[in-house]
């Protein structure tokens, strides 16, 4: 594997030709993920059969909507040897939540097809079953999300202005690794209909969470994201405790499209909600509404809390400081897979 390195521009290739993985904290997404390159190495020396692949690497999309009084979540997830997808409508201010979920066992299940050819830079995303349908396109300005859900009464054709991503390359374990591509408070455009009625898309944002790699067999992760206007100004946050912590994290803080890295943060959970703090963060969150999903297979665990509410207090970017009083999510994990 390579060694460190962090700079504006990203590798042209993730996973080189000889299986090594190039390690950084990027201004722009890697154009190729090399994943015909994959090699599972083995912590007592050489290489994994290719078909453990199956079970070490994972790949999810995570798309986050605020309409405003309403967030709309979309997740979907490829474990390799199984998928699953969920999606929620809330209203966190009246503590109102509805969501599907669907989970299925092996390689080819689901219709789920996560085609990243160019990276995260283009390529497709696609869920298609008997309960409805997520499409994304991605080209180097623009990511059109289409989506049509009856189960929830939800359904939306929007385009998203790129923002500067943060893209990130950790080790993770004695031979893993870790790549995330986060945009956040992308402007939108197009429609959205919910329970039938459409949506003002004038003030609304939007964030895509891109991973994969091969993760620990156990991971934690706290995470808290958000996204508000300052005037006229969008502005977002994303930060983590847990996954991408190898000299680097994956908090950052968007106003206008433009990046800002920070220090890490910690997270204290205070009943429902949490206090998240560090050198360039003090904020309150309160939960209003959530989305579980806990099971205990043995082999396969997981416990999954993801509460939608409201952040208050302040960031620090650049000695300027941004009060902050704005819709988001904190997530709290931990899975065994």
């Not at 893209?167 to 870790?178: D, E, F, I, K, R």
């Not at 665990?301 to 902050?324: D, H, K, L, P």
Request: aromatic letters at 12%.
């Amino acid at each position: 594997m390579n060694g460190w390195h962090e700079c504006v521009s990203a590798p042209d290739r993730l996973v080189q030709p000889d299986g090594r993985v190039a390690f950084g904290w990027w201004r722009e997404a890697v154009g190729d993920l090399g994943l015909s390159q994959l090699r599972i190495p083995d912590p007592l020396g050489g290489v994994k059969p290719g078909w453990q692949r199956i079970f070490r690497f994972k790949r999810w999309e995570f798309w986050s909507l605020d309409l405003g009084h309403v967030l709309i979540g979309l997740a979907l997830v490829d474990l390799g040897y199984a998928r699953s997808m969920f999606a929620y409508v809330a209203e966190p201010a009246l503590n109102k939540l509805r969501s599907m979920q669907v989970k299925a066992p092996g390689l080819k299940s689901l219709g789920i097809n996560l085609h990243w050819p160019e990276g995260f830079q283009s390529g497709k995303t696609l869920l298609q079953t008997r309960r409805g349908y997520v499409q994304v396109m991605a080209q180097a300005h623009e990511l059109n999300l289409c989506f049509d859900l009856p189960e929830l009464a939800v359904k939306g054709d929007l385009r998203m202005e790129r923002v500067e991503p943060l893209s990130l390359c950790v080790p993770a374990g004695a031979t893993g690794w870790t790549y995330t591509c986060k945009e956040v408070a992308m402007r939108m455009t197009g429609s959205c209909e919910v329970d039938g009625q459409s949506c003002d898309l004038s003030r609304a944002l939007a964030s895509v969470d891109r991973s994969l790699g091969l993760m620990r067999r156990e991971t934690a992760w706290q995470w808290c994201s958000l996204m508000g206007w300052q005037a006229d100004q969008p502005y977002g946050l994303n930060a983590a405790l847990g996954v991408n912590e190898s000299g680097q994290t994956e908090n950052a803080f968007w106003l206008d499209g433009r990046l800002c890295k920070l220090d890490s943060v910690s997270f204290h959970q205070t009943g429902q909600g949490c206090f998240v703090s560090g050198t360039h963060v003090a904020l309150n969150f309160n939960g209003m509404s959530q989305f579980n999903d806990h099971f205990d297979l043995g082999l396969l665990a997981s416990r999954f809390t993801q509460w939608q509410g409201r952040y208050r207090g302040v960031i620090y970017r650049n000695e300027q400081s941004y009060a902050i009083d704005a819709q988001g999510l904190w997530e709290d994990h931990f899975v065994r897979w």
